[in-house]
């Protein structure tokens, strides 16, 4: 079982916009502002989609954005393009008295 | 280009041992923490463990706790974690990871860890 909760799946048609929730606790999420995002592909490596809750990085396309309230971050994928489709997982800093890290289980998002 | 690249994944039975590397490359690999976080089949994620860009600092997820070991050597630009004590649960893709801003923006593609008898 995962730390943090993800829906399993989620759904769009192209040009449609989808929001992807993950809620976790006042330990992680809601605790610091350090979520992240990211899109897998089957069979290749997590790609880093956002961090620092809402920021994105160099190359990633201003489609996809994200915030946070209270225990729940989410991730808004806009104007949804086929390549779009992979799985999709967020991530937490954890930490307190040491370093951690904590995911969600990952949604897979769709485009219908 | 900046980029990582895992090795040392293979098959090994339960109570045996593994090291993974992860040779880095294009990076100034001595500035960064690097961490491990693997993916076991057809699961999410799970962080593994992190060590600070100076060597200073270690910790580990609690499944791995014990029995793995985080080292790096900056001269050679590589990542290193030693599993010993392996169970059957520790299948799963190994990726390393570069640190930043609390996330994880440069993957390699992973190496494949099998814990069998």
């Known amino acids: 079982q995962s730390a943090l909760t993800q829906p399993p799946s989620a759904s769009g048609s192209p040009g449609q916009s989808v929001t992807i929730s993950c809620t976790g606790t006042?330990?992680?999420?809601?605790?610091?502002?350090?979520v992240s995002w990211y899109q897998q592909y089957p069979g290749k490596a997590p790609k880093l989609v956002i961090y620092?809750?809402?920021r994105r990085p160099s190359g990633v396309p201003d489609r996809f954005s994200a915030y946070k309230s209270g225990n729940t971050a989410s991730l808004t994928v806009s104007g949804l393009q086929a390549e779009d489709e992979a799985d999709y997982y967020c991530?937490?800093?954890?930490?307190?008295?040491?370093?951690?890290?904590?995911f969600g289980g990952g949604t897979k998002l769709t485009v219908l | 280009q900046l980029q990582v690249v895992e090795s040392g994944g293979g098959v090994v039975q339960p109570g045996g041992s593994l090291r993974l590397s992860c040779a880095a490359s294009?990076?100034?690999?001595?500035?960064?923490?690097m961490h491990w976080v693997r993916q076991a089949p057809g699961k999410g994620l799970e962080w593994v463990a992190l060590?600070?860009?100076?060597?200073?600092?270690?910790y580990y997820g609690d499944s791995v706790k014990g029995r793995f070991t985080i080292s790096r050597d900056n001269s050679k630009n590589t990542l290193y974690v030693q599993m010993n004590n392996l169970r059957v649960e520790d299948t799963a893709v190994y990726f390393c990871?570069?640190?930043?801003?609390?996330?994880?923006?440069?993957w390699g593609q992973g190496t494949v860890v099998t814990v069998s008898s």
């Open positions: 620092e809750v809402k």
């Open positions: 006042s330990s992680d999420v809601g605790a610091y502002d350090y």
């Open positions: 990871a570069k640190g930043f801003w609390n996330a994880f923006d440069i």
């Open positions: 060590m600070r860009y100076d060597g200073d600092i270690k």
């Open positions: 294009g990076i100034t690999f001595r500035s960064y923490d």
């Open positions: 991530s937490s800093y954890a930490g307190s008295n040491t370093f951690n890290w904590v």
